[in-house]
């Protein structure tokens, strides 16, 4: 069953009962980085995320502890750099197969 592709307004964002918290943050996050982030704790995982997906020869003990220092512990640490690396992972996976977007994931 194909799915109509979600009205979007002037501006290309989502809208209609399409238009939900978690689309916009997503959309957010898409368009402005860790910036869009809501509170200092998510700021800090996306910049974790980002760093860890683009450079991961750079990440250092100092940014695992600047994870700790707001009130991260190890187990969460460690599930973040999990989900960044097999999101990673995966994508790579897909690319150099040559696998293409299910026709709903596909943007205008």
Not at 59 to 75: E, N
Not at 76 to 90: K, M
Not at 96 to 101: E, I, K, N, S
Request: hydrophobic fraction near 40%; proline fraction near 6%; aromatic fraction near 6%.
């Amino acid at each position: 069953m194909e799915r109509d592709e979600p009205p979007r307004d002037a501006k290309g964002k989502v809208s209609g009962d399409f238009a939900d918290p978690a689309n916009a943050f997503a959309e957010d996050i898409a368009s402005q980085g860790s910036e869009a982030a809501p509170n200092e704790r998510l700021r800090a995982l996306l910049q974790y995320a980002e760093r860890l997906t683009i450079d991961p020869g750079s990440v250092q003990a100092v940014h695992v502890q600047s994870l700790r220092d707001i009130g991260l512990d190890d187990r969460a640490i460690h599930d973040a750099a999990q989900v960044a690396a097999y999101f990673g992972y995966i994508n790579r996976v897909a690319d150099g197969l040559g696998v293409d977007l299910e026709p709903e994931m596909k943007g205008n």
